[in-house]
């Protein structure tokens, strides 16, 4: 064996007692969510441990160590003279405002679910199976939710539709929309209430989501919005002002046949949003911080859910704008136009 370069190991050994810590936090960011502990803190900090267990009717031994653990991580703050805990207004903004744009602690539930799965996926990548959405753990539903709902709320109806040709000057005056791959309807909900004079219709085909979809529109009082278990291919409906995939497509086994369906479905100057994660044509230049979760992301779920679909093309969540554009332009259009970028998105017009 080559001999090992000291320096070259002392740092991917610190690399690796950072990476085991950071995978260690996930479970105790959706505990501190699930009990309220991050939004108690902040909204009646600074406060001692026995404090926060009084405020979320929490055991004072369990919540001392969960805030030791927080701020040995910089999550929450600790003032030793006084022995309390505290939040910055930054440290809410992540972990405590669900109405953030980046409030992010549903990334954490991703990951915990996929620690739950993981004996499925390595049973598949011996056999060569998928795994279907509906097969993971619930956490994977609900985080997927959390943490693009921010970025949606955002940007989505600031920023992305007006980076489209004409599509806002519809939606106000009446159009119909559909939400591909809906999951649980953040996306459509946040269009729905900034267009109620539009009919927006979301489609999956995990029933859970959708049944979870509905309810949400209810609760909203929306009623411009419903949402319908149907496949990408097979969605029905037609004379579409717009069709939208939020960060879906590349999970969909036939990517080329949803949009081709698209294609059909919308009117002749209709437009198809496609919202991807943020990621380059050369993997070289997705070896960075938000290239390498979704890499995480991709191979633990996005691949193995294409896979066991039908074709399972298995584009990945790194698939990069040419793959995107070839999938496009093979399902039927001839515009494929970058519209808007987030560090987290890329946001994409296509027409006919």
Aim: hydrophobic share 40%; charged share 20%; proline share 5%.
């Amino acid at each position: 064996m080559t001999a090992l370069d000291p320096s070259r190991l002392q740092a991917l050994l610190h690399q690796m007692i950072g990476d085991m810590g950071a995978a260690a936090v996930a479970p105790l960011v959706v505990l501190g969510d699930r009990l309220g502990l991050y939004k108690a803190l902040a909204a009646d900090g600074p406060m001692t441990s026995d404090d926060l267990a009084d405020r979320t009717a929490t055991t004072e031994r369990y919540v001392r160590e969960w805030c030791l653990a927080q701020a040995g991580f910089g999550y929450i703050s600790y003032d030793a003279a006084s022995g309390r805990f505290s939040m910055s207004p930054e440290q809410q903004a992540v972990f405590a405002d669900a109405d953030s744009p980046t409030f992010l602690t549903g990334g954490y539930y991703a990951i915990a679910a996929m620690c739950i799965d993981e004996p499925k996926v390595t049973h598949i990548f011996k056999s060569g199976e998928g795994l279907s959405w509906g097969e993971h753990d619930n956490c994977l539903f609900c985080g997927t939710e959390k943490f693009f709902r921010p970025g949606y709320r955002a940007s989505l109806v600031s920023e992305w539709l007006p980076a489209l040709d004409g599509v806002v000057g519809k939606l106000q005056a009446g159009g119909k929309v559909a939400d591909v791959g809906c999951g649980h309807g953040a996306s459509t909900l946040v269009m729905a209430e900034a267009f109620p004079r539009s009919e927006f219709i979301g489609f999956d085909f995990h029933d859970a989501s959708i049944e979870c979809a509905n309810q949400r529109a209810k609760e909203a009082g929306l009623k411009n919005v419903r949402f319908e278990v149907a496949t990408a291919k097979h969605y029905p409906g037609s004379g579409y002002d717009l069709v939208a995939y939020f960060d879906c497509l590349h999970d969909m086994g036939d990517p080329v046949g949803a949009v081709a369906h698209t294609r059909k479905a919308l009117k002749p100057d209709g437009t198809m949003l496609l919202v991807e994660p943020a990621a380059s044509d050369k993997v070289e230049d997705n070896l960075n911080p938000v290239g390498r979760m979704y890499y995480a992301f991709s191979t633990m779920i996005c691949t193995p859910a294409s896979i066991s679909q039908e074709v399972g093309l298995a584009l990945g969540a790194q698939a990069g704008p040419q793959q995107l554009e070839r999938v496009a332009r093979d399902g039927g259009f001839s515009s494929f136009r970058l519209a808007a970028q987030t560090p987290f998105s890329m946001v994409f017009e296509v027409k006919a």
